[in-house]
């Protein structure tokens, strides 16, 4: 009955452990980091110093990203404190039942000793010995007595063992009640954190409903622009693919031609295919970033109704920071947009890594670069006090998800 109840705990605990998605301690702790490293560089590089009233959206934003990641957080620190009663329980079970083993044992040992001194004090090994009938039986006697001394000293060294595995459970158990009490403590804060945070969210859709309909025609009026840059880039990777290719046909009338879609050379191909192979490896654009708005259509995180399309990944770094180059490649174009803002485009191959939202640049049209390079400053926004990259991906003409050629943080 008792190993019955056992094996249906046992089930339950791993049940817990499937909760958890198959991931081990190790895995969640290695996530928990991630994220509190991830709410640290937030605060770092979104909630700088700002005029409130003119920073309400963005404020709003940023504040949303942080409840979202601090949500995350919590999700992963119930699942590691899942895992740690789980493991905290077996390990209980396992330390009571070597407790008993080693309590067995050494009630028998101390019985052992006990009957081996009143064997002692009425006989004498000696006299034992003597008092065979022959020398077979003396011989058999003394074997005897050798085995019984060889048992007593490996049932000593068995205690010993025993009780060390006791003391290094006992250490591990305290340890994970330890671990579990600072998640249950690290959990209460963050819960805390978010009611703070839901304050100052409240307190931005207010000044926003103030002024609804201006945030509105601006959100608007940003969308048009990127509309128009995109468009402006569209047309000028094609333009660039048309010039490489008619350069192609002059040379070489056998080579065949598709529209939008650049006639690889022998090592261009070479290198499209490194770029390729490099998926999911590449550096990061910048040397220290979070992502504020991920690739494709995605609702507006204030207005229901309003739809963003995401060409890429916009990237938050600090200040003064420069965007580097992904890949070895060619400087294909430089768009100057307004306000001097500037689009880097290279080509690696057939495929393109744009680096948009520069405030200058340190490379020129048809100069060659290697991967980590400096492509760029990086524009500040003196209004949100942001530096934001905009880094796209291309294969020829077809716009890529980024996030999937990047190294993952």
Not at 65 to 78: C, P, S
Not at 272 to 285: D, H, I, V
Request: charge should be positive; hydrophobic fraction near 35%.
């Amino acid at each position: 009955m008792k190993t019955h109840q056992f094996y249906i705990i046992l089930f339950i605990v791993f049940l817990h452990c499937f909760s958890c998605i198959g991931q081990t301690r190790t895995q969640l702790e290695a996530q928990r980091k991630k994220y509190q490293a991830e709410i640290v560089q937030l605060n770092k590089l979104l909630f700088n110093e700002r005029k409130k009233e003119q920073n309400a959206m963005e404020s709003l934003k940023d504040i949303k990203q942080k409840i979202e990641v601090r949500n995350k957080l919590i999700a992963t620190i119930q699942d590691e404190a899942k895992l740690l009663s789980d493991e905290i329980y077996l390990n209980q079970r396992e330390l009571n039942k070597l407790n008993r083993k080693l309590t067995a044992l050494k009630a028998d040992y101390a019985d052992m000793i006990f009957k081996s001194y009143k064997s002692k004090s009425q006989q004498s090994r000696l006299m034992f010995l003597l008092s065979s009938q022959n020398f077979y039986q003396a011989y058999k006697r003394l074997e005897y007595l050798k085995q019984y001394t060889s048992f007593r000293k490996k049932q000593g060294e068995e205690i010993v063992l025993q009780s060390t595995e006791v003391k290094i459970l006992n250490d591990s158990l305290s340890s994970q009640k330890r671990v579990k009490e600072t998640l249950l403590v690290s959990e209460e804060n963050q819960k805390k954190e978010i009611e703070q945070d839901k304050i100052k969210q409240e307190n931005y859709i207010v000044i926003i409903k103030k002024k609804e309909s201006q945030y509105k025609r601006d959100i608007q009026k940003k969308i048009k622009d990127e509309r128009t840059i995109v468009a402006k880039i569209d047309k000028l990777i094609k333009d660039e693919i048309a010039k490489a290719n008619k350069k192609v046909t002059t040379n070489s009338a056998k080579a065949k031609i598709t529209k939008n879609e650049f006639f690889l050379s022998p090592e261009a191909k070479k290198l499209a295919g490194e770029f390729e192979s490099n998926k999911g490896r590449l550096p990061w654009p910048v040397k220290e970033g979070i992502i504020v708005r991920r690739f494709g259509d995605q609702p507006h995180p204030t207005f229901p109704g309003i739809t963003i399309n995401s060409t890429g990944l916009h990237i938050v770094t600090p200040t003064g920071s420069f965007a580097n180059a992904v890949f070895n490649g060619e400087v294909l174009n430089v768009l100057v947009g307004s306000g001097g803002i500037k689009n880097v485009l290279i080509r690696h191959g057939n495929y393109i890594t744009s680096y948009n939202n520069l405030e200058n640049i340190l490379v020129n049209k048809g100069d060659k670069v290697v991967t980590g390079q400096r492509i760029g400053k990086i524009f500040t926004d003196k209004l949100s006090n942001k530096t934001n990259l905009v880094f796209v991906v291309f294969k020829n003409t077809t716009r890529l998800n980024p996030a999937d050629w990047i190294m993952s943080r």
